[in-house]
């Protein structure tokens, strides 16, 4: 029975195709198989050295990219399956593990502007749990999906110490504990497009508390003032303030610090209602309704 030559090589040979490619190494039964370097192109500007299996590459290897890219490391049935380091021709290198061809988990740094990742990937994107620090020493801990922060569970660090916990929806924080730094004061609730919307909490430096509606990072909606006195307001607000603003008379309210304005209700540390009406500027505009001494 006859057989074509170019099946049967075996042992240390090279091989020249027609699409311009050279072969040069091990042969096994008319396959590439053991330590070769293959070239690629007509331009020859792509290579491989390392080693093979039934002319594909398998185990250890080095390939060299036309565009300057360089990747060492664990090759299977042709892809890049394993550990291995992906250094860009820019100076980004990743580190980590690979499956199929693609990154699987791993470190990435980014030279140009001084970021890392260590973390899962899919698809190419920062993908699962990960950890970022930035150029500006901010750090990000938490879960990613297509290359963008989303999920629960997640940490985001700024340089001054605020930090917020919670969750992340395509980049942005959704709804979470906001706490700024030196215990200036923190907010626990809901966020748009990074800004306090929706309902949510909020505690000031001086003890005051606020529950109620935001919106565009302002107290805007009902909502009730705990003022660090023990005083109660309950009411209306509209951009910090409450509402259908006037000059007023002064009660003693205004050892109080705030400044909101609107309808409300006004309690002493008893819970009795020492005022039901109209606040400006965080004074009753009418008279007192209960014991105001």
């Known amino acids: 029975m006859h057989h074509d030559a170019r099946f049967l090589r075996d042992g240390l040979g090279t091989m020249r195709y027609a699409s311009g490619e050279v072969y040069k190494g091990d042969w096994h039964v008319g396959q590439r198989s053991g330590r070769g370097e293959m070239i690629y192109g007509t331009d020859k500007t792509n290579r491989y050295i390392g080693s093979w299996m039934n002319s594909k590459k398998h185990g250890p290897g080095t390939f060299y990219f036309g565009n300057g890219d360089i990747f060492v490391g664990e090759w299977s049935r042709g892809n890049m399956h394993g550990r291995g380091q992906y250094i860009f021709a820019c100076g980004d290198s990743f580190i980590g593990f690979y499956s199929n061809g693609k990154k699987d988990h791993g470190d990435y740094y980014f030279t140009q502007n001084d970021t890392d990742y260590r973390g899962n990937w899919r698809d190419e994107h920062f993908d699962g749990r990960g950890s970022t620090r930035y150029s500006n020493n901010e750090t990000y801990l938490g879960n990613w999906m297509q290359g963008k922060r989303h999920g629960r569970d997640s940490c985001y660090v700024w340089p001054s110490g605020s930090r917020f916990n919670g969750t992340f929806e395509h980049g942005q924080l959704r709804k979470g504990l906001y706490r700024s730094a030196n215990n200036m004061g923190e907010y ?76 409300g209700l006004l309690k002493d540390q008893t819970g009795e209602v020492i005022y039901q009406g109209i606040f400006v500027d965080g004074q009753p505009r009418d008279e007192c309704v209960g014991n105001t001494s």
């Open 188 to 263: 626990e609730g809901s966020f748009v497009h990074g800004r306090r919307c929706g309902i949510g909490l909020a505690r000031f430096d001086d003890g005051s508390v606020y529950r109620g509606q935001f919106q565009h990072d302002r107290m805007h909606g009902s909502g009730s003032y705990k003022f660090p006195c023990g005083s109660l307001y309950i009411g209306n607000y509209v951009k910090n303030k409450r509402d259908n603003p006037r000059r007023l008379r002064e009660y003693p309210i205004q050892r109080c610090r705030f400044s909101g304005h609107g309808w």
